[in-house]
């Protein structure tokens, strides 16, 4: 069992942002918004992008973000749907405060409900995408 990261399991292209943005279903939880796009199941493996802009922080603040979630997703790739994912933080998360076991409490529970039911059939937890939203995740 490899606990690599590698270049297949990465959303690398705009287009590909675009499609989970404007054709997937938006999760919510306190610090993260997840775009979740089923549309991309040809490949085995789920693949994970992460958008963290400006408002978030500084360059320093904005990549220990980007590495904490990474290291969670990279922990828990066996048990990551078969689904292109874009996780972006909310403006309010600080990245000072911010370790593996927050991450782990905000989204594993989330991932194993997407990874239980199809995103569309998703009642209560997600709410189609419609404007659109400034900061880090837009619901600061």
Known sequence: MSLTWPRTRRLTRR???TA??????????RYFVLFVHAGAASTAA???????????????????IKRVLRD????RQHEMPAMDIVV??????RA??????????ELAPLL?????????ED???SRPRTGSSSGCGGDA
């Not at 969670?72 to 922990?75: A, E, Q, S």
């Not at 194993?112 to 569309?120: C, F, L, N, T, Y």
Request: glycine share 10%.
């Open 15 to 17: 287009s590909e942002y």
């Open 20 to 29: 989970c943005y404007n054709g997937g279903v938006r999760h919510h939880t």
């Open 46 to 64: 789920g693949r994970l992008g992460l958008a963290v802009s400006k408002k978030c922080g500084n360059a320093v603040a904005r990549n220990r």
């Open 72 to 75: 969670f997703f990279r922990l």
């Open 88 to 93: 972006t933080p909310k403006r309010h998360l």
């Open 96 to 105: 000072d405060k911010l370790n593996l076991a927050l991450v782990e409490r």
């Open 112 to 120: 194993a409900r997407i990874g239980r039911s199809v995103p569309e």
């Open 123 to 125: 009642s209560g937890l």
